[in-house]
């Protein structure tokens, strides 16, 4: 095999094509660029990098189609009855005693993670934030415009590179990274979402190899010069149902990995649990990335997503109000002790889920009403096993780490400290456990006024959005819209309010409208004139009210801010 060098040549400087006033990237052949040119941009998209893109869409692409097609196959049962459960093929995995890769030196310590979008000042925020981790997401905290996305990976490069800066002009100030900063992890897009301002052979390349290639390919030498002690690059593996989808991202990173001639494990990767169908498979997607994995983390927002997502056509399995689907729960509780126990059974990290709160600063009762929740679950999750956890927001990190610290003293994690054997003997009952709670009109406005208020500003190239006092993502609006669509499909009763009342599509309708002027009070006239809050209505309600349940609300919502340019160059 050709060395990287000699295969996929970078040159120092990238010099576009010009012809009749044409300027344009210099793509390799089959290789269509459908977004706005710019000389920045085409820092990212140069011929090599391409290539290498390019070079893992064509070897990888039937098998994600097929693991996509096996996804369809396994919803198709689901909506005929039948429950997700263990494998009987793969028990000998299960019951083997083998375990993962020892976990890199450099990130051996994760006790407290920071999430968020690729923006550049969040980027230089959350590397600040004393925070152990930050997970650069190309996934649910980011609308995929591609402004947004060419913007990230310069932003990323910029931060690997420690060159990045951001001149907040209101202000007047200069925002730059501190001498210590956290770890880098890089969240790109699930297997399900296309790119479709890259075209490679004449179909939309997969956005997750797009984000993945892009980004490994511009940083992965500096990276483990600069965070890696000579490890990485590390990655969030989002949305994966079974261990096939991660046999393929296995196959992605040795790829990589023989491309650029570093030692095979190089490249280390922590797996999202957060699809119902994927907590019957955590072995066997840890034994898939056993060489490259670094542990799983509790996804527990699109958890509860997909727990109504999967059990669509189970009219017995009513998700409650979402308020009240916390970890409590014996199904979600169930979920997290089980992930403890296979995390540490393999030698990896078993991550805890995301504390979604920020600062109330006007209201500073309120705001340490919060904190003291959020200090209760994660004094919860460490006592329960986790290493660490996710939050949001810069200003949870200190009493996060403080619940983290105090009771995991000077150890990096728990690894091998809390093993809970008890959770073994958790079975396919214990994780489907139908949750118990009731439901409100409350509710039902409240997720109607969340997924409208998402949705506008997703459209207009935001994906981490604060409303009532939380930082939201995707997976909020996801919630909010099967669970809506749930309770219309099957006419659920309300109650805990005294109403009594089913759910039709005429309280839908009035409730749509009740909320659509609520949004308008909130946010101004103004605002709202100028948003897109109707035709995020006209989106949101139309899933809530479709027949067929979609399976992500952002495909259909995709089209909306896709703009192609001429194919593979602009005018300039």
Known sequence: MASFEETFTQPKT???????????????????????????????????????????????????????????????????????????????????????????????????????????????????????????????ALSPSWENLMRGHINLRDAVNRTITFHDQARNKVYKLNDQTAKLFVRPRGWHLPEAHIFIDGEPATGCLVDFGLYFFHNYANFRKAQGQGSGPFFYLPKMEHSREARIWNNVFERAEKWVRIEKGSIRATALIETLPAVFQMNEILYELRDHSVGLNCGRWDYIFSYIKTFQGHPDRLLPDRTQVGMAQHFMRSYSDLLIHTCHKRGVHAMGGMA????????????????????????????????????????????????????????????????????????????????????????????????????????????????????????????????????????????????????????????VEDEMARIEREVGKEKFKKGMYKVACKLFTGQCTAPVLDDFMTLDAYNNIVIHHSIGSSRV
């Open 356 to 511: 979604a709160h920020i600062p109330i600063r006007d209201d500073p009762a309120a705001n340490e009403a919060a904190l003291e929740l959020v200090r209760k679950d994660k004094l919860r999750e460490v006592t329960a096993g986790h290493d660490g956890t996710w939050v949001t927001h810069p200003g949870l990190v200190p009493a996060c780490m403080e619940v983290f610290t105090n009771n995991m003293g000077n150890s990096p994690n728990q690894i091998h400290s809390m093993k809970r054997r008890d959770a073994s003997i958790l079975d396919e009952e214990d994780l489907l456990q139908r949750p118990r709670g009731v439901c409100t009109l409350e509710c039902l406005r409240l997720n109607t006024r969340v997924g409208i208020q998402y949705l506008a500003a997703w459209l207009t190239g935001l994906g981490c959005v604060p409303l009532y006092n939380f930082m939201e993502e995707a997976a909020a609006a996801e919630i909010s819209r099967v669970q809506n669509w749930q309770w219309l499909k099957y006419g659920v009763e309300l109650d805990g309010d005294g109403l009594g009342v089913k759910v039709n599509l005429d309280l839908f309708g009035r409730v």
């Open 14 to 140: 990238t010099v576009p094509k010009k012809s009749s006033g044409i300027i344009g990237y210099d793509v390799p052949e089959g290789v269509d660029i459908r977004g706005r040119y710019d000389p920045e941009f085409s820092k990212i998209l140069t011929r090599g990098a391409l290539q290498f893109v390019a070079s893992l869409q064509r070897e990888f692409r039937y098998h994600i189609k097929y693991a996509m097609e096996c996804r369809r196959e396994a919803k198709m049962r689901y909506n005929n009855g039948s429950l997700p459960g263990f494998d009987l093929t793969t028990k000998y995995i299960r019951e083997g005693e083998w375990v993962c890769a020892p976990v890199p030196q450099a990130v051996a310590d994760r006790r407290v993670e920071i999430t968020g979008p690729v923006d550049r000042k969040m980027v230089i925020d959350a590397l600040n934030s004393r925070a152990k981790v930050f997970m650069a997401d190309f996934e649910d």
